[in-house]
């Protein structure tokens, strides 16, 4: 019986290397397989995609997910390194803050491209019957933007009225010993609201003014229904110029064109009450600055709160950064996670849409 085992472990011992080499082989097989690179036909069959940063003026991180499902993407820095390459590849052009400017040198170089699909409602920094004429669709993403820059138009209002930045630095300031009985604010409540642009984002500044028991005026190229009036308690005004002489705060909400380019100059400051407010939420050049200035220095209205500018950013020098009448924000009305978030969810159906030849939800047609 010993001899029997001892012969059996002797010929596994033989057995031993030759097996173990098979083994290894099989085991090299199995490895190589788990790290074979992923197949890149998914990536492949993407259109391309031009848009410009990750940070800066750009996108946050967190949205390119959003783009990548259906793209396969290109920063604008890498392009220029080499258009030849990408400019033939690229299908949608991603445009956010005005970034890539869509330039005819940019376009050109793109030739199948078939979208330009924007972040935000406003397209003025889009020349759309150019685009067109190459053969290009344009989008935009209203409706998702409102609510967002309606809050922002309500907190200018607010933080102007209540002058709550100035009461942020007496608390913080290492020099306050008391709190100063003598800053006070502009009621709100009970107030007049003029607004003018009563588009989606109009309407939604005019229901939370509602919430404010405050008297609603409107202008606006076309009335709206009755029962979207009576629904915020909103009196229309045909002639701009009634609202204007009426209101206490006038919240500009229209689009840039050439009609409403200097919207607001020195006529129209000058029907204001003097202890009214202009806020503005639109776009810069919808008011004439160097009018607006004059106005708050010399008491023809009461304050300004200012999300837009022209140019964006002021020069550091420029007047208006100096006035302790003026509220600047910077362009943030619809900066908020969950808006940026449909923003881009928006563009990118659009641009779908366009790739595909499926009907685009939101083409901007002139």
């Not at 970034?99 to 078939?114: D, I, Q, R, Y």
């Amino acid at each position: 019986m010993m001899r029997r085992v001892h012969f059996a472990r002797r010929v596994t011992k033989l057995w031993a290397p030759v097996e173990a080499p098979g083994l290894l082989k099989v085991t090299n097989l199995q490895r190589s397989a788990c790290h074979l690179p992923p197949k890149k036909v998914m990536a492949e069959e993407k259109p391309w995609a031009l848009f410009s940063e990750v940070g800066g003026e750009g996108y946050l991180e967190g949205v390119i997910g959003i783009m990548k499902q259906h793209f396969q993407l290109i920063c604008h820095k890498d392009f220029l390194m080499n258009p030849l390459e990408y400019g033939p590849k690229i299908q949608a052009l991603f445009v956010w803050n005005c970034h890539p400017s869509a330039e005819p040198s940019l376009l050109t170089s793109l030739p199948s491209l078939k979208v330009v699909a924007n972040g935000g409602v406003g397209i003025d920094h889009l020349d759309v019957s150019y685009i067109n004429s190459l053969g290009v669709k344009v989008t935009n993403t209203p409706g998702v933007v409102s609510a967002a820059t309606a809050d922002m138009a309500m907190g200018l209002l607010l933080a102007s009225a209540r002058k709550i930045v100035e009461g942020h630095l007496i608390s913080i300031d290492p020099k306050t010993t008391y709190l100063p009985s003598s800053l006070m604010g502009v009621e709100v409540s009970g107030s007049t609201l003029g607004i003018i642009g009563m588009g989606n984002i109009g309407y939604k500044i005019a229901q939370r003014g509602k919430g404010f028991d405050m008297r609603i005026l409107y202008h606006n190229r076309t009335r709206r229904c009755l029962e979207d009036e009576e629904a915020v308690g909103a009196i229309y005004c045909k002639n701009m110029d009634d609202l204007l002489k009426e209101s206490d705060f006038v919240v500009l909400a229209v689009n840039l064109s050439p009609e409403t380019k200097h919207l607001i100059g020195h006529r129209e400051l000058a029907l204001m009450k003097d202890t009214a407010t202009l806020v503005n939420i639109s776009r810069g050049l919808v008011v004439d600055q160097e009018a607006l200035l004059n106005a708050l220095r010399s008491g023809v209205i009461q304050a300004a709160a200012l999300d837009v500018t022209y140019p964006e950013p002021l020069p550091r020098d420029h007047p208006l950064l100096s006035l302790p009448n003026v509220l600047l924000t910077p362009h943030a009305g619809t900066n908020t996670n969950t808006t940026v978030r449909k923003m881009v969810q928006l563009m990118v159906e659009n641009a779908v849409a366009v790739v595909k030849g499926s009907q685009v939800p939101n083409e901007v047609k002139l």
